[in-house]
């Protein structure tokens, strides 16, 4: 804020804007400002921006779109007529509870952080179930169940989202211990008999890193087992083959990402509490 108004004054003059103590800024208007137009890190595209609303209104002030003592008010719905359309949107994709198999991520990206949805979804619907047997109902007065001498189905994994090497190799070790977890703890075959596709929206931004086996885990869990995650919630950690939680970058950045966003609970790993506690409160 006290950036965004500095570099007002200086653009005014540059502007040749001498009534500028006239313009008002709502304060929402500088939260959009700040939130989706200029999130990269340091203060160059907020300068930039600053300096075409200045001059945006040295222009219509001269096209006579204004009074001389009329009190211009920039607010958060009138932003776009001085700076165009947003360069970011919002990343939310669900406001109501996500559907089993949706989990949200935490990543860093050179904007700073951002949240990363990521979905699963059984994709194989036929009628033989997972131990190979079906039902066979006969045309006769007499109905007759065979059993079938199929063998056990083995599940797939289909993978989309523009993903680099070490995220895929994420989603392998992800994958095989949920499938650990299914079978040891809750007498559960779904994601070994089950075709599955997990898919990262956003395919034109790559993505990369392994600190999101932890939210990848998490979502086929939550689709073999049917339960859905709170939508306020969002995690990140990567983990190890044996289900080990290890530390990750990027805390305060992905810290930010989710407060702008507007989630409030959030999962690290237990070893990244000195990164967090370093983070002011406000």
């Known amino acids: 804020y006290l950036f965004f108004f500095s570099s007002r004054r200086r653009h005014t003059r540059c502007s040749g804007v001498s009534w500028a103590r006239r313009c008002v800024q709502e304060t929402a208007a500088i939260e959009k400002l700040l939130n989706s137009y200029a999130r990269e890190p340091g203060v160059r595209s907020l ?25 211009i008010r920039i607010t958060k719905d009138n932003l776009h007529e001085f700076i165009g359309l947003p360069r970011f949107d919002e990343k939310k994709m669900y406001d109501t509870i996500p559907p089993p198999g949706i989990i ?67 989603i392998q070790i992800a994958y095989t211990y949920a499938k650990y977890i299914c079978s040891q703890f809750f007498n559960n075959d779904f994601l070994e008999t089950s075709d599955l596709h997990i898919h990262f929206p956003d395919g034109a931004s790559k993505k990369d890193g392994p600190s999101a086996g932890v939210a990848i885990t998490s979502s086929l869990l939550s689709l073999a087992l049917n339960v859905q995650m709170e939508k306020e919630w969002a995690m990140t950690g990567e983990i190890s083959l044996t289900g080990k939680v290890l530390k990750i970058g990027g805390v305060k950045e992905k810290m930010l990402a989710a407060k702008r966003e507007g989630i409030t609970n959030l999962i690290f790993p237990i070893s990244n509490r000195v990164d967090i506690e370093e983070i002011p409160e406000k």
């Open 47 to 71: 300068e930039k921006l600053t300096k075409r609303i200045c001059e945006k209104i040295g222009l219509k002030y001269l096209r006579e779109e204004y009074k001389e003592n009329e009190e």
């Open 104 to 170: 949200i991520g935490l990543a860093y990206n050179a904007y700073g952080g951002n949240i990363l949805y990521i979905e699963t979804m059984k994709t194989n619907f036929d009628s033989v179930d997972a131990t190979g047997k079906a039902t066979i109902i006969q045309t006769n007065q007499q109905s007759q169940h065979v059993t079938t001498t199929t063998p056990i189905r083995k599940g797939s994994l289909k993978l989309t989202g523009s993903l680099g090497d070490v995220m895929q190799e994420s």
